[in-house]
Protein backbone atom coordinates (compact mmCIF):
# COMPACT_ATOMS: atom_id res chain seq x y z
CA UNK A 1 0.00 0.00 0.00
CA UNK A 2 1.50 3.06 -1.10
CA UNK A 3 -0.28 5.25 1.49
CA UNK A 4 1.50 3.39 4.00
CA UNK A 5 4.96 3.96 2.65
CA UNK A 6 3.95 7.71 2.46
CA UNK A 7 3.06 7.64 5.91
CA UNK A 8 6.40 5.94 6.80
CA UNK A 9 8.39 8.59 5.43
CA UNK A 10 6.22 11.19 6.89
CA UNK A 11 6.80 9.64 10.46
CA UNK A 12 10.56 9.39 9.96
CA UNK A 13 10.88 12.78 9.06
CA UNK A 14 8.95 14.00 12.28
CA UNK A 15 10.84 11.83 14.28
CA UNK A 16 14.36 13.19 13.12
CA UNK A 17 13.14 16.36 13.51
CA UNK A 18 12.13 15.98 17.24
CA UNK A 19 15.18 13.81 17.47
CA UNK A 20 17.55 16.77 16.60
CA UNK A 21 15.88 19.84 17.90
CA UNK A 22 14.78 17.57 21.19
CA UNK A 23 11.35 18.80 20.75
CA UNK A 24 7.80 16.93 20.88
CA UNK A 25 7.28 14.58 18.07
CA UNK A 26 3.90 15.24 17.79
CA UNK A 27 4.17 18.77 17.34
CA UNK A 28 7.07 18.03 14.72
CA UNK A 29 4.04 15.84 12.42
CA UNK A 30 2.17 18.73 13.24
CA UNK A 31 4.72 21.39 11.78
CA UNK A 32 5.13 18.95 8.70
CA UNK A 33 1.71 19.00 7.81
CA UNK A 34 1.46 22.71 8.22
CA UNK A 35 4.55 22.85 5.74
CA UNK A 36 3.11 20.42 3.25
CA UNK A 37 0.06 21.95 2.96
CA UNK A 38 1.46 25.53 2.64
CA UNK A 39 3.65 25.20 0.39
CA UNK A 40 2.25 25.55 -3.21
CA UNK A 41 5.66 24.64 -4.70
CA UNK A 42 5.94 20.89 -3.23
CA UNK A 43 6.72 18.42 -5.65
CA UNK A 44 4.80 15.63 -3.99
CA UNK A 45 1.11 15.83 -3.41
CA UNK A 46 -0.47 16.61 -0.48
CA UNK A 47 -0.75 13.86 2.21
CA UNK A 48 -4.07 12.05 2.21
CA UNK A 49 -6.50 11.41 5.27
CA UNK A 50 -5.25 7.36 5.15
CA UNK A 51 -1.74 8.73 5.42
CA UNK A 52 -1.83 11.20 8.00
CA UNK A 53 -3.82 9.04 10.35
CA UNK A 54 -0.97 6.25 10.02
CA UNK A 55 1.93 8.90 10.35
CA UNK A 56 -0.10 10.55 13.13
CA UNK A 57 -0.64 6.87 14.81
CA UNK A 58 3.07 5.96 14.25
CA UNK A 59 4.39 9.35 15.78
CA UNK A 60 2.33 8.68 18.95
CA UNK A 61 3.03 5.31 19.66
CA UNK A 62 6.62 5.88 19.21
CA UNK A 63 6.40 8.65 21.72
CA UNK A 64 4.17 7.10 24.31
CA UNK A 65 5.97 3.51 24.07
CA UNK A 66 9.59 5.83 24.08
CA UNK A 67 11.22 3.79 26.89
CA UNK A 68 9.92 0.21 25.66
CA UNK A 69 10.87 0.13 22.21
CA UNK A 70 14.49 2.28 23.15
CA UNK A 71 14.94 -0.67 25.39
CA UNK A 72 14.18 -3.64 22.94
CA UNK A 73 16.31 -1.65 20.00
CA UNK A 74 19.27 -1.60 22.60
CA UNK A 75 19.10 -5.01 23.29
CA UNK A 76 18.80 -6.21 19.77
CA UNK A 77 21.89 -4.08 19.05
CA UNK A 78 25.32 -5.65 19.84
CA UNK A 79 27.85 -3.22 20.47
CA UNK A 80 25.55 -0.45 19.54
CA UNK A 81 24.04 2.02 22.02
CA UNK A 82 20.94 3.86 21.29
CA UNK A 83 22.73 7.25 21.33
CA UNK A 84 25.86 6.38 19.25
CA UNK A 85 23.59 5.37 16.18
CA UNK A 86 22.76 7.65 13.25
CA UNK A 87 19.85 9.43 14.11
CA UNK A 88 18.39 8.43 10.67
CA UNK A 89 18.98 4.57 11.47
CA UNK A 90 17.94 5.29 14.95
CA UNK A 91 14.50 6.58 14.01
CA UNK A 92 13.61 3.93 11.27
CA UNK A 93 14.60 1.16 14.30
CA UNK A 94 12.23 3.44 16.10
CA UNK A 95 9.14 3.22 14.00
CA UNK A 96 9.57 0.03 12.76
CA UNK A 97 9.70 -1.24 16.09
CA UNK A 98 6.83 -0.03 17.31
CA UNK A 99 5.25 -1.58 14.55
CA UNK A 100 6.36 -4.86 15.14
CA UNK A 101 4.85 -4.48 18.93
CA UNK A 102 2.14 -3.27 18.27
CA UNK A 103 0.38 -3.62 14.71
CA UNK A 104 0.43 -6.87 14.89
CA UNK A 105 -1.62 -7.12 11.77
CA UNK A 106 1.36 -5.96 9.84
CA UNK A 107 3.15 -9.05 9.08
CA UNK A 108 7.40 -8.90 9.44
CA UNK A 109 8.34 -8.91 6.81
CA UNK A 110 6.17 -6.15 5.60
CA UNK A 111 7.47 -3.73 8.42
CA UNK A 112 11.35 -4.98 7.98
CA UNK A 113 10.65 -4.64 3.93
CA UNK A 114 9.64 -1.05 4.69
CA UNK A 115 11.92 0.19 7.04
CA UNK A 116 14.96 -0.97 5.11
CA UNK A 117 13.50 0.74 2.16
CA UNK A 118 13.63 3.71 4.48
CA UNK A 119 17.11 3.14 5.81
CA UNK A 120 18.05 2.94 1.46
CA UNK A 121 16.37 5.86 0.99
CA UNK A 122 17.75 7.95 3.79
CA UNK A 123 20.71 5.98 5.59
CA UNK A 124 24.25 5.72 5.06
CA UNK A 125 25.71 3.04 2.87
CA UNK A 126 25.58 0.79 5.66
CA UNK A 127 22.23 1.38 7.25
CA UNK A 128 19.86 -1.38 5.06
CA UNK A 129 22.31 -4.05 6.60
CA UNK A 130 21.88 -2.47 10.12
CA UNK A 131 18.47 -2.00 10.26
CA UNK A 132 17.87 -5.42 9.07
CA UNK A 133 19.91 -6.90 11.06
CA UNK A 134 18.38 -4.96 14.47
CA UNK A 135 14.58 -6.05 13.81
CA UNK A 136 14.88 -9.14 12.41
CA UNK A 137 16.60 -10.01 16.11
CA UNK A 138 13.66 -7.65 17.71
CA UNK A 139 11.41 -9.80 15.58
CA UNK A 140 12.72 -13.07 17.29
CA UNK A 141 13.16 -11.09 20.74
CA UNK A 142 9.14 -10.73 20.80
CA UNK A 143 8.13 -13.73 19.21
CA UNK A 144 7.31 -12.64 15.97
CA UNK A 145 9.12 -14.72 13.87
CA UNK A 146 12.92 -13.70 12.89
CA UNK A 147 16.60 -15.25 12.77
CA UNK A 148 17.81 -13.75 16.11
CA UNK A 149 21.18 -13.62 16.93
CA UNK A 150 24.25 -15.27 15.34
CA UNK A 151 25.20 -18.07 17.14
CA UNK A 152 29.25 -18.07 17.41
CA UNK A 153 31.07 -20.40 15.11
CA UNK A 154 31.60 -23.94 16.86
CA UNK A 155 34.99 -23.80 18.76
CA UNK A 156 37.79 -26.31 16.90
Same mark, same amino acid.
Given at each position: ??????????????LFQADLTE?????ALADLWALLLDDDTARAPAPVREETAFASEVVAGVQD????? $??????ASLNWRLV @?? !??????????????????????VSVTINEAVELAKRYGGPDSRAFVNGI? $?????????????? @?? !?PPST
Amino acid at each position: MPGRRRAREFSLQALFQADLTETDPRAALADLWALLLDDDTARAPAPVREETAFASEVVAGVQDRGAEI $DALIEAASLNWRLV @RM !PVVDRNILRLACWELVVRTDIPVSVTINEAVELAKRYGGPDSRAFVNGIL $DRIAHDIGRGGRGP @RK !PPPST
